[in-house]
């Protein structure tokens, strides 16, 4: 065996069943804790704990990881400890009142929890019984006698000026009539009333006599109507106070028992103080209803319009909009948002439709989730949060400014919004608590200086934690309590060591396991489906590993047909044979979550030039940044160790062939070294050997990511086209613990119809892919002749003799003399003539 060679039984890190005191998981106690999230669950405790502006948390990690659970139940248990009756009361509820000095801008009234809807209540009944009392106080008969008395007198009064006018007129020939237009004097002619006629017939004299009366008394007659006029204001004025008294005898009493209700509210004293002198002022709607609606019929569509312009000018007042209610609330409240948007965030201002437009009053005011949260704490979801629109930067104004009013979203874009109101602001007292990716919260600490200051606490849930007897044990338990959530069947136990080598594979770690829970709950629902099929209680390793198969089967489409195409010759891949400067690289292809291995045709090209290593992904503009690196550090490698003492004249090109798409990742860049080697010394490589790993410029080879997917992606392509026994992988040694290969490819191995080696440097890469040993140099710094390296040297030493001597070649046909030993410049083309 070489001793490169990885055993099979460092291929994969196996749970052994007997670790476990229990035969089934229905034995155990569901977990109750977290695992291994101590560090994250610190820093939520830290940041719940500290009262002050701008400590907010943000929760990042990856999908899965538990946060949004670990976030939910450290709320719940802040908010437990809060219960005791030595804590804080709940917080208050909130009401929306109408604003009598400003009806746009409504007032916000705190009250204890649960006497918002108390004070709404009451202020319905009284607005229906000050209705009830007003009708009745106002068809009493002693009113009605009072009213009629003081028209009476009124009409008596005026019925006495009337008389005495009419006596000064019959002195002087006259009489006193009444008409649309006013007062008249007519003449009187033998004890009647004289027509026009009449009245030229008499004679001139008489008819001046006549003329200058009227003239005299209509004096009398102004300062007459005067009188009455006064008469008839000083009735209404009496009649008016008459209706005032009566309105605040029927509102004092009301409005006083309402008082003695809320006395401990400031703000619903002087609301209802206002409330009183607004409904006393307005009494005469309040009696009016009765005649509306006998004067008009009940289909009548002026009586609708009618009553809802009532509605909103008399009864509106007394609506009472319970913005948040904290009914039976025992501590401060904990708000979930899934969908921060703006309304749902922040509230939002209904309208309804009224008389041919649309109209808002405070009683359409309608509270968000930091509204509801007020006192107590807010979960959102940051990637949801951000691309709200609005939703973002009105969260960091509402939270720096600590108050929060319902705000309609175009106006807050500067549009012009009909029939808008500007509520009085809430203040506001909340912890706000966002999960996300680290990603995000990196990228926000960067580019909003505002992002900071908002969330101080930053709380980072780990996607791994390490492989121990205790986590082993946790796991076992997180079983249980996700088959009693689920409703699924309990696993034996040779089942919970199937899920938790799946756990280990998911973070390609022998060592670690992985917190992402939400995948391997989904593992759980799957493999108790197929127990099911199998019609068995519980289940076991065998439905496990079933579900992982038919997970793979359903999403591996695409692998599949790759590798078709590589076994009819449509992708070329060779897995037998040798071949100078051509080797197989892998790729790992992430589709919609799967990702799967895949070997690439590596080619390299030498020739005599001076231009390096020619990455042809590059100039097609197919490479990433991460391979042109790698591809650079191709040509540091090759200097430092070949060109000490000679230049360098070679130029390489390399090219993942048959690749359409783009390339990136510096895994290949070993695989690529060993094509250039190949190419150089002109040993051939052997195809059925693969391989990956990056590599820095002293020849070590480094680890890489997805080391499993590659293996089995190129075992696959192996056994596709026939198992030889000469197959395998090489793999950078330090990707040995990352190593948690599929079952049929370690049995493979294990049976030699497979191989995976371990390499640390370049030269025992080549040593492998070429069967010839790589070389050491002596003191001299030369190779053992026949070595890997000493053939690259000798190519390279004739590369640069080949220069040396074109070079020489060119300085004499110019003639002129090459300094000894120098390579000559080489000469710029001359420039062309304008």
């Not at 009419?166 to 006259?174: F, H, N, R, S």
């Not at 980072?460 to 986590?471: P, W």
């Not at 022998?510 to 108790?528: C, H, N, P, S, Y």
């Not at 076991?540 to 590798?563: C, N, T």
Request: proline share 5%; hydrophobic share 40%; aromatic share 8%.
């Amino acid at each position: 065996m070489n001793p490169l060679e990885v055993p099979a039984d460092q291929l994969r890190w196996n749970c052994d069943p007997e670790c476990f005191s229990f035969q089934c998981t229905d034995e155990l106690v569901p977990l109750q804790e977290f695992i291994g999230q101590e560090r994250a669950i610190s820093a939520i405790e830290f940041g719940l704990g500290v009262d002050q502006p701008g400590y907010n948390i943000f929760v990042g990690g990856m999908t899965g990881t538990g946060k949004s659970s670990v976030v939910k139940a450290h709320l719940e248990q802040v908010v437990a400890k809060r219960k005791l009756p030595t804590d804080q009361a709940p917080p208050p509820d909130w009401c929306y009142v109408h604003n009598f000095s400003d009806t746009d801008r409504p007032k916000i009234i705190s009250m204890s929890a649960g006497t918002g809807k108390r004070f709404r209540s009451r202020m319905e009944r009284l607005r229906d019984d000050l209705q009830h009392d007003v009708v009745a106080a106002f068809t009493n008969e002693e009113y009605e006698a009072q009213r009629k008395a003081i028209a009476e007198e009124n009409q008596n009064s005026q019925r006495r000026l009337f008389q005495e006018l009419e006596v000064e007129a019959q002195a002087k020939g006259l009489t006193v009539q009444l008409s649309p237009v006013g007062v008249t004097l007519v003449p009187v002619v033998d004890g009647r009333t004289a027509s026009q006629e009449e009245f030229v017939q008499l004679p001139e004299a008489t008819r001046r006599q006549l003329d200058e009366s009227r003239q005299e008394l209509m004096g009398r007659v102004d300062e007459t109507i005067s009188k009455i006029r006064a008469l008839d204001r000083e009735a209404g004025e009496r009649l008016s106070g008459l209706d005032k008294q009566v309105a605040e005898f029927v509102a004092g009493g009301r409005f006083e028992r309402e008082r003695d209700e809320f006395a401990d509210f400031p703000e619903v004293l002087g609301f209802l103080d206002d409330l009183r002198a607004f409904a006393v002022e307005h009494i005469d709607a309040f009696r009016g209803e009765q005649g509306e609606q006998q004067s008009q019929p009940q289909s009548s569509p002026f009586r609708e319009a009618s009553l809802a312009a009532r509605e909103r000018e008399v009864l509106l007042p007394f609506v009472v909009n319970v913005f948040v209610d904290n009914t039976g609330a025992d501590g401060p409240p904990i708000i979930v948002e899934n969908n921060p948007t703006f309304s749902n965030l922040f509230g939002k201002i209904d309208r309804r439709f009224v008389l041919g437009g649309y109209v808002t009053d405070h009683s359409l005011l309608k509270a968000g989730s930091i509204s509801q949260a007020n006192g107590g704490y807010l979960v959102l979801n940051l990637r949801n949060l951000v691309t709200s629109p609005l939703a973002w930067e009105t969260l960091k104004r509402v939270v720096r400014d600590k108050e929060v009013r319902p705000e309609d979203p175009a106006e807050v874009m500067g549009m012009v919004v009909p029939q808008s109101i500007k509520p009085e602001p809430m203040p506001l007292e909340v912890k706000v608590v966002v999960t996300g990716e680290t990603d995000l919260y990196n990228m926000l600490s960067s580019f909003d200086e505002e992002f900071w200051e908002t969330f101080k606490v930053k709380a980072d849930f780990d996607s791994q934690i390490q492989r121990n007897e205790e986590h082993l044990d946790a796991y076992a338990a997180f079983i249980c309590g996700a088959c009693n959530t689920h409703m699924l069947r309990h696993f034996s136990r040779d089942g919970v060591g199937a899920v938790i080598e799946y756990a280990a594979r998911l973070v390609a770690d022998q060592r670690k396991l992985t917190t992402r829970f939400g995948l391997v709950r989904d593992l759980l629902i799957e493999a108790d489906y197929w127990a099911g099929k199998d019609q068995k209680d519980r289940v076991d390793a065998i439905h496990v590993k079933k579900a992982l198969e038919q997970k793979e089967f359903r999403s591996d489409l695409i692998s599949e047909r790759l590798r078709e195409m590589i076994v009819d010759g449509s992708l070329l891949v060779d897995v037998t044979g040798e071949v100078v400067g051509q080797v197989n690289g892998l790729a790992v292809f992430d589709v919609g979550g799967y990702a799967f291995g895949k070997p690439a045709r590596i080619t390299a090209k030498t020739y005599l030039g001076s231009g390096g290593v020619i990455n042809i992904e590059r100039e097609a503009k197919l490479s990433g940044s991460t391979h042109d690196k790698g591809v650079l550090i191709l040509s540091g490698y090759l200097g430092s160790k070949y060109a000490q003492d000679r230049p360098l004249s070679v130029s390489a090109s390399i090219a993942f062939e048959q690749s359409y798409s783009g390339v990136d990742g510096d895994s290949a860049s070993s695989t690529e070294i060993y094509a250039i080697l190949s190419s150089l010394s002109g040993l051939s490589l052997k195809q059925g050997l693969a391989v990956t790993g990056s590599v820095n410029q002293n020849g070590q080879v480094q680890p890489i990511g997805g080391v499993n997917q590659k293996i089995e992606g190129f075992f696959e392509v192996c056994r596709a086209k026939g198992l030889t026994g000469d197959q395998g992988v090489l793999v950078p040694k330090q990707n040995v613990v990352n190593l948690m290969l599929r079952d049929d490819v370690v049995e493979a191995v294990r049976d030699g119809a497979f191989h995976v080696y371990a390499v640390e440097t370049i030269d025992e890469g080549i040593e492998l892919l070429t069967g010839t040993p790589a070389g050491v140099p002596d003191d001299q710094g030369a190779y053992p002749e026949g070595s890997v390296n000493d053939l690259v040297v000798r190519q390279l030493t004739s590369y640069a003799e080949a220069r040396r001597a074109f070079a020489a070649q060119g300085a004499s046909e110019n003639g002129a003399t090459p300094l000894s030993g120098v390579d000559e410049p080489e000469k710029a083309p001359a420039k062309r003539p304008e």
